[in-house]
């Protein structure tokens, strides 16, 4: 088990620019979430996976986001046009069961910097 | 929708001493699940304790505690001999059925040695 794994831990961008994350999960997690957290906030829901199936988006989300999970194993998510309100520390997240009582792993987030 | 409410945005503690963080929520459902997440400056969140709504036991993992209020929707956490190292975010969360998790706004605890 070596956790979730997130790239880049850090990235500085420009308005207008996109941005893609990566995150691997545990290797036999099915489920994976993308969080977003500012500073002094809980984590924001954004959107998860059921294998490689998007299950729910955050209404909250603004087209400019998308994710992906190929084949079920690691998920991307592209920010497009990034704005400064998008600054963040994205969060990505992996849990076994099917059931909400199933604990999330969580990695160590990528921070985003819109200047 | 599901509401998690954390009222402390700061709390402080002597160690050694015991520390109890407030949580409330707001939910129509009658079964589900409620956690507290410990995030640490600098490092990834990690799960301190978890509570089965349909379970009336107060779960308990070595220094944590939960009083865990279902009528009240109330799900404090207690921190028994507090340490150096329990400084940190702690976020509530809630989550029914296979949904995913809805947290807090988290409470900042301080250890004062």
């Known amino acids: 088990d070596t956790g979730v794994s997130q790239n880049p831990r850090h990235k500085i961008t420009k308005r207008g620019q996109n941005v893609t994350f990566r995150c691997d999960p545990i290797s036999e997690h099915n489920r994976l979430y993308w969080y977003r957290q500012t500073l002094g906030q809980g984590p924001e829901f954004l959107t998860y996976?059921?294998?490689?199936?998007?299950?729910?988006k955050s209404r909250l989300l603004s087209d400019r986001f998308s994710a992906e999970r190929p084949k079920g194993s690691f998920s991307t998510l592209e920010i497009q046009r990034t704005e400064q309100g998008d600054s963040a520390m994205y969060l990505c997240a992996s849990s076994l069961d099917l059931t909400g009582s199933s604990p999330l792993h969580f990695g160590n987030g990528t921070r985003l910097t819109v200047t | 929708a599901q509401t998690v409410t954390q009222s402390q945005p700061e709390m402080s503690v002597q160690e050694a001493e015991t520390v109890t963080l407030s949580c409330t929520y707001d939910?129509?459902?009658?079964?589900?699940?409620l956690f507290w997440y410990k995030q640490p400056p600098s490092r990834q969140m990690i799960l301190v304790i978890r509570q089965e709504a349909y379970k009336q036991q107060n779960a308990t993992e070595n220094r944590f505690s939960v009083n865990f209020q279902k009528a009240a929707k109330s799900f404090s956490l207690k921190i028994s001999d507090s340490q150096l190292g329990d400084a940190a975010m702690y976020f509530c969360?809630?989550?029914?059925?296979?949904?995913?998790?809805?947290f807090g706004t988290g409470t900042r605890l301080t250890i004062i040695p």
């Open positions: 996976f059921q294998n490689e199936a998007q299950l729910e």
């Open positions: 939910t129509s459902e009658s079964d589900y699940y």
């Open positions: 969360a809630f989550a029914f059925g296979n949904e995913k998790l809805t």
